[in-house]
T-cell receptor, first 112, second 114 residues
Framework: GDSVTQMEGPVTLSEEAFLTINCTYT??????LFWYVQYPGEGLQLLLK?????DKGSNKGFEATYRKETTSFHLEKGSVQVSDSAVYFC???????????FGQGTRLTINP | DADVTQTPRNRITKTGKRIMLECSQT?????MYWYRQDPGLGLRLIYY???????NKGEISDGYSVSRQAQAKFSLSLESAIPNQTALYFC?????????????FGPGTRLTVL
């Protein structure tokens, strides 16, 4: 079945550092790909998404590019802030199944 | 007001008790979902419903049941709670847009079974 594998955490960085969180997937067909973020004590919020190969999703300085050839959707940000501290989830949605499959989440902590 | 609300936000109960978690939405979406979140395991799908007359089991439905009382309401029940059902539970909604499925999550219910 479909699956998502994320970089294991926790990840700790200093403010203004460059961030990459790796995500790879296994799926039949042509899934949509998502990054969700969970701030402490809150539910998940959609951060960005891409619906087809080579699409780039972006939001709040974060970016991820749908790479079909490497089945990847890595999350990047050029300069992180303390307020980016959260848990990040990569997910896919297969159009046929119409359900989300999540990775295990990566906890990110940014120190001042 | 929040688009997706969950009640209660926190609940402590004892083994063997029946528990109901409720979810309401004002987004007008047809699709609703229940997930549980455990540390290191991400979110796993328990049940989902694509409309009022449609209920489907997810990845981990054993020990749970659901009721879709209306388009806006989707309840999750634990008929006889056990300690390994201690987790954070999320409700989500979605509406198919341009052929792809974006989900919107409630704030979660933290359930502890003693």
């Amino acid at each position: 079945g479909d699956s998502v594998t994320q970089m294991e955490g926790p990840v700790t960085l200093s403010e203004e550092a460059f961030l990459t969180i790796n995500c790879t997937y296994t799926a039949t067909g042509y899934p949509s790909l998502f990054w969700y973020v969970q701030y402490p004590g809150e539910g998940l919020q959609l951060l960005l998404k891409a619906t087809k190969a080579d699409d780039k999703g972006s939001n709040k300085g974060f970016e991820a590019t749908y790479r079909k050839e490497t089945t990847s959707f890595h999350l990047e940000k050029g300069s992180v802030q303390v307020s980016d501290s959260a848990v990040y989830f990569c997910a896919l949605s297969d159009q046929g199944a119409q359900k989300l499959v999540f990775g295990q989440g990566t906890r990110l902590t940014i120190n001042p | 007001d929040a688009d997706v609300t969950q009640t209660p936000r926190n609940r402590i109960t004892k083994t063997g008790k029946r528990i109901m978690l409720e979810c309401s939405q004002t987004k007008g979406h047809d699709r609703m979902y229940w997930y549980r979140q455990d540390p290191g395991l991400g979110l796993r799908l328990i049940y989902y419903s694509f409309d009022v007359k449609d209920i489907n089991k997810g990845e981990i439905s054993d020990g749970y049941s659901v009721s879709r009382q209306a388009q806006a309401k989707f309840s999750l029940s634990l008929e006889s709670a056990i300690p390994n059902q201690t987790a954070l539970y999320f409700c989500a909604t979605s509406d198919l847009v341009a052929g792809r499925d974006t989900q919107y999550f409630g704030p979660g219910t933290r359930l502890t079974v003693l």
